[in-house]
């Protein structure tokens, strides 16, 4: 991988250390899933800049390595939906709520879990249809 401030899969991450900070601000201890390895993060700058912005953010960072780099993607897309799982000090009474690093909530009202409440889903129609493969459309 070139290393660099200009290497485009780097550019998703820039904003990461600002989401967190966003997260706090509204009254969330984030906990940050990353597919790859430890290593490549100590090995490029640009993440090796923002790995030690997590440190000083004190947030718990879990990396969760692939053999096959192809398999990055796909695992930093799903591995969300088994977060809950990853960790073992998960209380009854803990709220996860699962994000991208581009979502950034600026109000807290919008992210305060209803009482009596086992799921949640912020701006679920947000981003209209799309066309799978099957030739068929589905809401987003």
Same mark, same amino acid.
Not at 80 to 86: E, K
Not at 122 to 129: D, I, K, L
């Given at each position: 991988m070139p290393e660099g401030p200009h290497h485009s899969e780097n550019n998703y991450i820039y904003p990461l250390p600002?989401?967190?900070?966003?997260?706090?601000?509204?009254?969330?201890?984030p906990v940050i899933l990353l597919s790859g390895s430890r290593k490549r993060w100590l090995k490029d700058r640009v /993440?090796?800049?923002i790995s030690e912005y997590l440190k000083f953010l004190d947030v718990k960072?879990?990396?969760?390595? $692939?053999?096959?780099?192809?398999?990055?993607?796909?695992?930093?897309q799903t591995c969300?939906?088994?977060?809950?799982?990853?960790f073992g000090h998960i209380r009854d009474d803990d709220v996860i709520m699962v994000?991208?690093?581009? /979502?950034?909530?600026?109000t807290a009202d919008l992210y305060q879990f209803p009482p009596n409440t086992d799921l949640m889903i $912020?701006?679920?129609?947000?981003?209209?249809?799309f066309k799978h493969t099957d030739g068929l459309a589905y809401h987003m």
């Open positions: 600002l989401t967190i900070l966003a997260w706090y601000r509204v009254g969330y201890t /993440l090796l800049v960072v879990h990396f969760l390595e $692939v053999s096959d780099i192809s398999s990055q993607t796909f695992l930093s969300r939906l088994f977060a809950s799982c990853l994000s991208d690093v581009d /979502l950034w909530p600026l $912020v701006n679920a129609f947000c981003c209209g249809h």
